[in-house]
Nanobody, 114 residues
Framework: VQLQASGGGLVQAGGSLRLSCTASGNIDSISSMGWYRQAPGKQRELVATVTSGDNTNYADSVKGRFTISRDIAKNTKYLQMNSLKPEDTAVYYC?????????WGQGTQVTVSS
């Protein structure tokens, strides 16, 4: 499984960004896809996940502001980020799980200025 992330950038506080992550390769039976982030000096943390059954899970810090979704036909998942805050600044990584194996995409930088 290869994951290609895009959509990061610089935005002012209160603004919005949409991240995309397209999966390729052996993508059948991916059970879960998600977004994680890592800020400087901090550990990587969960942002949001969506399962093959469309069950979603969000970090408390992003609930009500971020929405994860997926386009099955395009093998792509999205993270719509609204009402961004400076503390959302991080490198965002997409992740997929297939048969218990974890796959990571390259990160995309999100910077929120105050």
């Amino acid at each position: 499984v290869q994951l290609q992330a895009s959509g990061g950038g610089l935005v002012q506080a209160g603004g919005s960004l949409r991240l995309s992550c397209t999966a390729s390769g052996n993508i059948d039976s991916i059970s879960s896809m998600g977004w994680y982030r890592q800020a400087p000096g901090k550990q990587r943390e969960l942002v949001a996940t969506v399962t093959s059954g469309d069950n979603t899970n969000y970090a408390d810090s992003v609930k009500g502001r971020f929405t994860i979704s997926r386009d099955i036909a395009k093998n792509t998942k999205y993270l719509q980020m609204n009402s961004l805050k400076p503390e959302d600044t991080a490198v965002y990584y997409c992740r997929a799980i297939r048969y218990g194996h974890v796959y990571w995409g390259q990160g995309t930088q999100v910077t929120v200025s105050s």
